[in-house]
């Protein structure tokens, strides 16, 4: 069965460094995605970023990039540049075949000034 | 470009009453989806619509939930004779299927409180 480890439950960062948030996966399935969502406190789940199994790179989009281990089962999001606008909630989420996300716990991100 | 909708934002009901939700998706998506969140964890799948087909039900949809989409356009998520423990927020989501990137986009979600 799938499944999405996150081990961080909160993650504090100064305001315009970088930051690094856990996720560890497991599946059986050969052909998967990873995906990444921001979940600020009004509540709606912003997508940032995707990882295809197959993908030979990272995944980057803008300030966000995904550090992608394969043979290890890491997916760990990279936010360079931290923003106070990046405080929020933030989900690890994988698709393996079956339509479904199945998400982590998530990790509070809280960015100091 | 309107991003996925639902209505109402907040309910409050009490138990025993029936409560329905409303979700517009991305309007060229042909995928819905439903989840459910409760506090301080991720969502979970409860079910997926492609088109107006509903294709894969979650065990955690008991019967006292039923989901429609029956013109393949909004999708609607009823909760029967609800209880305290459905308190959670209802998250809808839609994708347009593309080789193997399913990208779903989900909407601001429905927060339902049952008294």
């Known amino acids: 069965a799938q499944k999405i480890t996150q081990t961080q439950p909160g993650m504090f960062v100064q305001e315009k460094e970088a930051v690094t948030l856990d996720c560890t996966y497991d599946t059986s399935d050969p052909s998967y995605g990873l995906f990444w969502y921001k979940q600020p406190s009004s509540g709606e789940m912003i997508f940032l970023i995707y990882?295809?199994?197959?993908?030979?790179q990272n995944a980057t989009e803008g300030r966000y990039s995904l550090n992608f281990q394969k043979a290890r089962k890491s997916a760990n999001l990279v936010i360079s540049a931290s923003q106070l606008g990046d405080s929020a909630m933030y989900f690890c989420a994988m698709s393996d075949g079956s339509e479904k996300l199945v998400f982590g716990k998530g990790t509070k991100l809280t960015v100091n000034p | 470009d309107t991003g996925v909708s639902q209505n109402p934002r907040h309910k409050i009901t009490k138990r025993g009453q029936n409560v329905t939700f409303r979700c517009d998706p991305i309007?060229?998506?042909?995928?819905l989806y439903w989840y459910r969140q409760t506090l301080g964890q991720g969502p979970e799948f409860l079910t997926y619509f492609q088109n107006e087909a509903q294709l894969e039900k979650s065990r955690l949809l008991s019967d006292r939930f039923s989901a429609e989409r029956p013109k393949g356009s909004f999708s609607t998520l009823e909760i029967q004779r609800t209880e305290q423990g459905d308190s959670a927020m209802y998250l809808c989501?839609?994708?347009?299927?593309?080789?193997?990137?399913?990208?779903?986009?989900f909407g601001p979600g429905t927060r339902l409180t049952v008294l």
């Open positions: 989501a839609s994708s347009l299927r593309l080789g193997l990137a399913d990208t779903q986009y």
């Open positions: 309007s060229e998506h042909n995928r």
């Open positions: 990882q295809g199994s197959y993908d030979q």
